[in-house]
């Protein structure tokens, strides 16, 4: 059974920076994508950020471009969002997501979610 948790939400002022990690458990099999998405108060939930685990091809939200990296490490199945310059329009509850076979920027092809960590960004 695979398990996400998700960290290092919090509280921060427009223009601080956070970093979110993401560790998957559980199998030893890498997975094939991990993302990031993030849900705001009466909102979809939007897609953030995504990594290609083999050859670390990277996908982002046009918001975010310039601001957030995604990064991995391998060898701990982990995902990690660097978050600069933070907006009050970041604020929401931010999940990661993994997938074996696939993995885009849709939250349909992602079969394993975490239990999402809350960014609050105050103006």
């Known amino acids: 059974q695979v398990q996400l948790v998700a960290s290092g939400g919090g509280l921060v002022q427009a223009g601080d920076s956070l970093r979110l990690s993401c560790a998957g458990s559980?199998?030893?099999?890498?997975?094939?994508?991990m993302a990031w998405f993030r849900q705001a108060p009466g909102q979809e939930r939007e897609f953030v950020a995504a990594i290609r685990w083999n050859g670390g091809r990277t996908y982002y939200v046009d918001s975010v471009k310039g601001r957030f990296t995604i990064s991995k490490d391998n060898t701990k199945n982990t995902v990690l969002l660097q978050m600069n310059s933070l907006k009050a329009e970041d604020t929401a509850v931010y999940y990661c997501?993994?997938?074996?076979?696939?993995?885009?920027?849709?939250?349909?092809?992602?079969?394993?979610w975490g239990q999402g960590t809350q960014v609050t960004v105050s103006s």
């Open positions: 997501a993994a997938d074996f076979n696939y993995g885009g920027t849709a939250a349909y092809e992602y079969d394993y």
């Open positions: 559980g199998r030893t099999r890498s997975f094939y994508a």
